[in-house]
């Protein structure tokens, strides 16, 4: 299997911090297999892999919901990972609905499992192996890292579980598991102790942007469509629009009013296009030409 590399920019916005709005199409817990662990996506693999794996091996099953060989796997390794309590860190990619992550990892057959550390492989491997041997080979990843990894334990006490915040914990998982409103309270606690947390800051203006989106109706552009003027159909539509994975389409719908309105109205167009700008990695093409301009609208 060829080693993973570094993924190349997407074409779209991928988000900052910890949410991924395509979360927002996962059928509801219960409803369908999904794997084992975060799910794994272009707009979080390098917050859940890459940076994760600074602090402690990561691995990666690569499956897909057809496979009931993956299923096997996933529920073996998720088992392992929940008697290790933190100290390596399961995500999950589903080939099926996230190819070019797949592709990252060179990827020929499913199952594979690949483990990082320092954002660099350690080994892999495919198929489903017998039960102990996948626990010697999670025991062998880690005594290779023991020590050389920023959350990982000492050489001299490697079997002592990962020191983890369990409200950051608990945040992690009531968002993986889509409880949003359980998640955004967890994260707020840990900003409330560490303001300048950046994951939680992150996902706390994700988090709200979510429920606030979701409670639009599904003939928000339509409607505001056609009625370009009206500043709250206009700004649902937007919503509605990053939701679908158009951000330049709102980006340049909110532009467009901002352009038609002065005064307050003006600001309150403004302030949800910066907040909408916020959600995404300021350095993406898109973004940096929002924000040109919304520049130009105002000057």
Avoid at 52 to 72: F, G, H, I
Avoid at 141 to 170: N, Q, S
Avoid at 216 to 224: E, F, L
Wanted: aromatic residues 4%; hydrophobic residues 45%; proline residues 8%.
């Amino acid at each position: 299997m060829s080693r993973p590399q570094r993924p190349q920019p997407a074409p779209g916005p991928s988000l900052a911090g910890a949410v991924d709005l395509s979360a927002l199409k996962r059928p509801p817990a219960g409803a369908e297999a999904t794997g084992a662990g975060v799910e794994i996506t272009e707009a979080n693999f390098e917050q859940e892999v890459l940076v994760r794996s600074n602090e402690v091996p990561v691995v990666v099953l690569l499956w897909s919901p057809r496979s009931s060989a993956c299923r096997q796997l996933a529920e073996t390794l998720s088992a392992v990972a929940d008697a290790d309590t933190g100290r390596w860190a399961l995500v999950s990619v589903n080939v099926d609905t996230n190819p070019r992550v797949a592709q990252i990892f060179g990827v020929e057959a499913v199952p594979a499992v690949v483990a990082l550390g320092a954002g660099q492989p350690l080994d892999s491997f495919q198929g489903v192996p017998p039960a102990d041997q996948l626990r010697g080979w999670i025991d062998a990843l880690l005594k290779a890292t023991a020590g050389k990894l920023g959350g990982a334990a000492d050489a001299d006490d490697a079997d002592a579980p990962e020191a983890v915040d369990p409200v950051l914990a608990a945040a992690r998982q009531q968002l993986d598991a889509g409880d949003f409103p359980a998640a955004l309270a967890s994260y707020e606690a840990v900003l409330a102790e560490n303001p300048g947390h950046a994951e939680a800051a992150g996902a706390v203006r994700q988090i709200a942007f979510l429920q606030r989106a979701t409670g639009h109706g599904p003939d928000a552009v339509a409607a505001a469509d056609a009625a370009p003027d009206d500043i709250e159909a206009a700004l649902a539509a937007a919503d509605v629009q990053i939701l679908n994975q158009d951000p330049a389409g709102a980006f340049d719908r909110l532009v467009a009013l901002v352009r038609r309105t002065a005064g307050d109205e003006r600001s309150t167009v403004r302030t949800r296009l910066i907040e909408l700008f916020e959600l995404f990695d300021p350095a993406d093409p898109q973004v940096v030409a929002g924000r040109r301009n919304l520049a130009n609208a105002l000057y």
